[in-house]
């Protein structure tokens, strides 16, 4: 089983940045066998994926949403995924999780093609 636990979460101004991290462990696990992503899911809404990462990671997939304000990296040697989050709005206050998928990569968004989860970071915005 793959565990994952997110940090980095809090509280900030519009326009403000943050770092969400993402450390990944298991029996046997190997991380480079694993695509990765981050969701957010807002207070009454579905969870909705932001950003999506090859195993390699040299290929990436964004929401339209966040293009151009979010990054998703990660590092292979330390089984670790990042999110930095740039200009942040009102709109981008939400949970967020860390999800990873074995197996064949799509970079898809769809927290269906995922198997494992974090417990979630909340980041709040104010404006």
């Known amino acids: 089983r793959v565990q994952l636990v997110e940090s980095g979460g809090g509280s900030v101004q519009a326009g403000g940045s943050l770092r969400l991290s993402c450390a990944t462990s298991g029996y046997g696990y190997t991380y480079t066998n694993y695509c990765m992503a981050w969701f957010r899911q807002a207070p009454g809404k579905e969870r909705e994926g932001v950003a999506a990462i090859s195993p390699s990671g040299g290929s990436t997939n964004y929401a339209d949403s966040v293009k151009g304000r979010f990054t998703i990296s990660r590092d292979n040697a330390e089984n670790t995924l990042d999110l930095r989050i740039h200009s942040l709005k009102p709109d981008d206050t939400a949970i967020y999780y860390c999800?990873?998928?074995?197996?064949?990569?799509?970079?898809?968004?769809?927290?269906?093609?995922?198997?494992?989860w974090g417990q979630g970071t909340q980041v709040t915005v104010s404006s």
């Open positions: 999800a990873a998928r074995r197996g064949p990569c799509a970079l898809g968004l769809n927290p269906n093609e995922y198997d494992y």
